[in-house]
């Protein structure tokens, strides 16, 4: 009967890292990072309750998906874990913005990637990272890609001023 297990498939991260890690809900700080209702969030706002009758203070914990802006709230006991997101940034040199709105961009190390597309959710930097690139005369830009929870997207442009083209 030990030979009925044998067809299960595990899956793992690229590089064996998890997406998230639990941190006490006390230990949370605003301006860090959470997940609430399954997202990645930035804090903007958290309160802590005095313990109740049944000793237990509670944590009031309010964020912005960092990648919509929608607001998330939730409320949790302070000795609760909570999952926080593993959140990066990089930056990347633009090399062409694609008439569809894909971005190319490259790493450091020369390699690209052609997978984003300009932000839909902020129109301001979709229209910035378009005008900038269409008006660049010697100039190359940076684009700076905020990850998490699988998900990337362009967050900010800046001029790279440590090359010239």
């Known amino acids: 009967m030990a030979d ?3 067809d299960e498939e595990f899956h793992q991260a690229g590089s064996g890292a998890s997406q998230t890690f639990p941190m006490q809900c006390s230990a949370l700080r ?3 990072h959470v997940m609430l209702k399954g997202k990645p969030c930035k804090i903007v706002d958290m309160s802590t309750s005095k313990t109740g009758k049944h000793g237990h203070a509670k944590v009031h914990l309010v964020g912005l998906d960092i ?14 874990n909570m999952e926080v997101p593993n959140v990066s940034r990089k930056d990347y040199q633009l ?3 694609t008439d569809d709105g894909f971005l190319s961009l490259m ?3 020369g390699n690209t990637r052609d997978d984003l597309k ?5 129109a301001n930097l979709a229209t910035e990272i378009s005008e900038k690139w ?3 005369d010697e100039e190359t830009f940076m684009i700076t890609i905020l990850s998490s929870m699988g998900t990337d997207m362009p967050v900010a442009i800046k001029v790279d001023s440590s090359k010239k083209v």
């Open 134 to 136: 269409k008006n660049a």
């Open 4 to 6: 009925e297990f044998h």
């Open 95 to 97: 090399v062409d913005v």
């Open 67 to 80: 990648f919509t802006g929608k607001k998330y709230e939730d409320i949790c006991p302070s000795t609760h």
């Open 30 to 32: 605003k301006n860090g």
């Open 118 to 122: 300009l932000p839909e959710n902020d």
């Open 107 to 109: 790493e450091d190390d």
